[in-house]
């Protein structure tokens, strides 16, 4: 594991973006997962003025790797806010997306390892130490690609709000991220000093489902200041 801690917000999506485009200006195919939410915003804006309408990076296909279908329809809110801050202002066609859905969710790890494996997956820190959607005290921590109903999710982790709406979530499980080549996590704010803290200072469980990265390979951290704050940086270096 590296950690890596800068200044702000601002420097931390910066690094993380370098990481993202020197894998895309590869010669060849490169798939890439990237994750939603709050802590990737800063560097979306700062990479679409470089993505957009380049013909260089008409090799790069993207999946993602969670999401909560609506009844009635293929797709739910990740898939809607990965293409509100960065695929449709990208210009990013959707031939080049590929999302876990409830048709696919089987099959999905086999269909990403036919394609050549995932070459990068960003991911941010959930507040309670939650990745995609591995929620704490039910995230099966030898598993794939898995579907899991809403309502045990939250009889577990009563934070989480109903949404009658979605009743499913389909998400990619640990094991299918340790086949990733190269996994970041990218950290900020002071709101995420202490889970951080407790993910990098606790044992694997699935009380900490993000606990399990730390087995990753090649898994590193960015973090800004804030986020890092309650950290000792030389306690990590020979992680």
Request: net charge negative; hydrophobic share 35%; with cysteine.
């Amino acid at each position: 594991m590296k950690l890596i801690i800068e200044k702000d917000e601002r420097a931390m999506s910066e690094s993380c973006m370098q990481i993202v485009l020197g894998e895309m200006m590869q010669d060849k195919r490169v798939n890439i997962s990237l994750t939603s939410g709050r802590s990737p915003r800063t560097m979306y804006k700062m990479m679409i003025p470089y993505v957009k309408d380049q013909k260089k990076f008409d090799k790069i296909e993207y999946y993602i790797f969670d999401d909560g279908p609506r009844l009635g329809e293929t797709h739910g809110p990740v898939w809607d806010e990965m293409h509100e801050l960065f695929y449709t202002p990208a210009n990013i066609p959707d031939s080049r997306v590929h999302c876990i859905t409830r048709e696919n969710w089987m099959t999905y790890d086999e269909e990403i390892r036919n394609a050549g494996g995932l070459d990068l997956m960003v991911i941010g820190l959930g507040f309670d130490g939650h990745f995609c959607s591995n929620s704490p005290h039910v995230t099966p921590m030898d598993s794939y690609s898995y579907e899991m109903e809403r309502k045990k999710i939250i009889e577990k982790n009563p934070v989480y709000r109903e949404r009658p709406e979605i009743p499913m979530i389909y998400t990619m499980g640990p094991k299918s991220l340790m086949r990733v080549r190269r996994l970041v996590m990218i950290v900020n704010g002071k709101e995420k000093a202490e889970i951080l803290k407790a993910v990098l200072d606790s044992p694997v469980s699935d009380a900490l489902p993000s606990t399990v990265l730390k087995l990753h390979p090649n898994f590193t951290i960015i973090a800004d200041e804030e986020a890092a704050s309650l950290l000792n940086p030389a306690d990590y270096e020979n992680c």
